[in-house]
């Protein structure tokens, strides 16, 4: 069975960080490209930022630059987000995801839209 499961969630004060985990299970990581999402409570869905298989390359939105970073550990199968300097309007339940086409290439940081392999959150929240 093919899974992707987050953890790490909680609560968080203002300007402190926090680190996501997504555990991959049924398949190999390692040849796919990786999506961070979130979505805030009423708010739509939001990229986070894609992390490219082939030559590691990543993508951020523009207001999560510098605060956010994607890494992945492919012997453990597993991906991360590093989040710092938190701020209230990070507040959401993050997913990862991860795509079912091997080695294939994204330009930007909402490849999470194309991205059929997704988990099933954790909630984030920033508050003090």
């Known amino acids: 069975q093919l899974q992707l499961v987050e953890s790490g969630g909680g609560l968080v004060q203002p300007g402190g960080s926090l680190r996501l985990s997504c555990a991959a299970s049924?398949?190999?990581?390692?040849?796919?490209?990786i999506g961070w999402f979130r979505q805030a409570p009423g708010k739509e869905r939001e990229g986070v930022g894609c992390e490219n298989a082939n030559d590691g390359s990543t993508y951020y939105a523009d207001s999560l630059k510098g605060r956010f970073t994607i890494s992945r550990d492919n012997a453990k199968n597993m991906v991360y987000l590093q989040m710092d300097s938190l701020k209230p309007e990070d507040t959401a339940v993050y997913y990862c995801?991860?795509?079912?086409?091997?080695?294939?290439?994204?330009?930007?940081?909402?490849?999470?839209?194309?991205?059929?392999?997704w988990g099933q959150g954790t909630l984030v929240t920033v508050s003090s």
């Open positions: 995801a991860a795509d079912s086409k091997p080695l294939y290439y994204y330009n930007g940081y909402d490849c999470y839209r194309y991205l059929e392999r």
């Open positions: 049924g398949f190999n990581l390692d040849v796919y490209a």
